[in-house]
């Protein structure tokens, strides 16, 4: 299907193609002048314009405001500026055969936090050390073009266009080269269950948005629409095809809303894998919701409940998604024993297990510890969050840079509202427009090499060791967990906060 938004072709023009429903009259306007399309089906307007790499372009509607592509492969000047033209299959990267899920250890990073430069570049130098530590990918935060220079990128509005701050389309494709040139694969965290705050745009194309479903973050994206459908399908194929993405992990699917046949999430899955078939889907699951693995036909789900019973043993929070759990040794004896296994993706830390909480906090590294070694040593995918390998002391907090001064505030408000009840905190929520929150949560790299020996070993006992796990104790009067794989035995103390490994 011919791609929405403009392509370069080789004759020298660009092909464009826009779903405007809302619209009877269409043109590409820029500063050669202005270049009517033709209406066609289903809202659909296309055709041909005088226009190459680099130029900068919006759409007229109905001969009146000019907005963005809603699928703009580059935004230089941030989500109010023009749209410009990039040729994306010139930034296609040599062939790369990245890992399969059995080989799978993901390292989840923040492009603007993770190095000093903040950028797509500047992650490069950084990747080494990954490979040798024993990752197998990095998992990119969203990198689509949001508001600001900086954000957590869930709250994205051009999700075709890398975000300028973070180095761009080039950027993208040089650190993804980069990566591959180190055997890690990519993978990129996508947002199809919601557009972010400031979204007048797409409104103004056509109806991108439902009031039959409701999702904790904004109006539900309306995947009835034909449109709608190929702005998200067609936004996972140009991340695999042009940029050589051997992933995409989707957030919170539970709400991507869908009542036709097949899902959009399903028929995304097929349209990927016709560009590359090893292409990796995982599928994020606010509750272990195992859809996306028996209907759509993806590889994996992200499931934060092993997570959960984990952190409850070790701390005692109830609030909030810990209220289900107890904090007994069964309570995770019961995670462990899943039956899909690798098909699950586990973690110690991840981003919303840690910026989600109130001030950004880490688990000390005591606790962190004894918390990483079941997660390794489980049958599950492991996932490691930026900094974790070495025991980052630094906070990560939920930082934004709305440029709506409105939106701003209610995005202040809200995160004070979210920690107002819980009785565990008694403080000031840092300020997500504040750049020093931003600041907080660089990494520093001031964590310990020994634990960073010890994660290394642990994903190696991983790939040498039967992925057969055996529970050989849980006590509860201990609070002592024992499991074993192959010849070794994992002893997990949560009274002494200790862990041994024997044989």
Not at 104 to 125: C, K, N, Q, R
Not at 206 to 230: L, N
Request: proline residues 7%; glycine residues 10%; hydrophobic residues 40%.
């Amino acid at each position: 299907m011919e791609a929405l938004g403009l392509t370069p072709t080789d004759a020298g023009v660009c092909a464009a193609r826009v779903w405007a429903p809302h619209a009877g009259d269409v043109a590409v306007v820029s500063p050669g002048g202005r270049h009517p399309l033709t209406p066609g089906d289903e809202g659909f307007f296309a055709g041909e314009v005088p226009l190459g790499p680099g130029d900068r372009y919006r759409f007229k509607l109905d001969g009146g405001e000019t907005w963005p592509d809603p699928c703009s492969r580059s935004q230089p000047d941030g989500v109010r500026g023009d749209s410009h033209v990039v040729d994306t299959a010139a930034l296609r990267p040599a062939a790369f055969a990245g890992p399969t899920l059995d080989e799978l250890v993901v390292y989840e990073l923040h492009v603007g936090t993770f190095s000093d430069a903040g950028t797509f570049d500047g992650a490069i130098p950084h990747l080494a050390r990954l490979a040798e530590l024993g990752v197998t990918a990095i998992e990119l935060m969203p990198v689509g073009t949001f508001p600001g220079r900086r954000g957590w990128g869930y709250d994205g509005l051009y999700t075709w266009a890398p975000q300028e701050s973070y180095g761009g389309p080039a950027g993208l494709a040089r650190l993804a080269a980069a990566a591959h040139e180190h055997g890690l694969g990519v993978i990129l965290d996508v947002v199809y269950n919601h557009i972010g705050p400031g979204n007048e745009a797409l409104r103004a194309y056509g109806p991108y948005f439902t009031d039959r479903h409701t999702t904790p973050w904004g109006d539900a994206v309306d995947y009835s629409q034909s449109g709608v459908r190929e702005w998200a399908i067609g936004n996972a194929e140009l991340w695999v095809r042009d940029y050589g993405v051997d992933g995409l992990r989707l957030d919170a699917v539970h709400s991507v809303f869908d009542d036709g046949e097949p899902h959009v999430l399903a028929e995304l899955a097929a349209r990927v894998r016709a560009l590359n078939p090893r292409a990796l889907l995982i599928s994020e699951m606010g509750a272990p919701d195992f859809r996306p693995l028996d209907d759509w036909d993806h590889d994996a789900l992200w499931v934060d409940s092993l997570h959960h019973a984990l952190h409850v043993a070790l701390t005692g929070e109830r609030e909030g998604y810990y209220a289900e759990f107890d904090g007994s040794m069964r309570s995770i004896v019961d995670e462990l024993r899943r039956p899909q296994r690798a098909r699950i993706v586990s973690s110690a830390q991840n981003h919303d297990q840690v910026g989600n909480r109130a001030v950004g906090d880490r688990l000390p590294p005591a606790k962190l510890s004894l918390v990483q070694s079941v997660v390794l040593f489980s049958p599950y995918t492991p996932l490691l969050f930026q900094g974790e390998e070495a025991a980052e002391p630094a906070p990560f907090q939920f930082f934004s840079d709305h440029v709506d001064p409105a939106i701003a505030a209610a995005t202040r408000e809200g995160r004070r509202r979210e920690f107002r009840h819980f009785a565990g905190f008694h403080g000031e929520v840092p300020d997500p427009q504040d750049p020093a929150t931003f600041e907080r949560s660089r990494l520093t790299r001031a964590g310990g090499e020994a634990h960073r020996d010890e994660i290394a070993r642990l994903l190696r006992l991983r790939r040498e060791l039967p992925d057969q796990l055996d529970v050989v104790r849980a006590d509860e009067d201990a609070r002592v967990l024992e499991l074993r794989r192959g010849d070794v035995t994992l002893v997990a103390d949560f009274s002494r906060e200790t862990v041994e490994l024997r044989g």
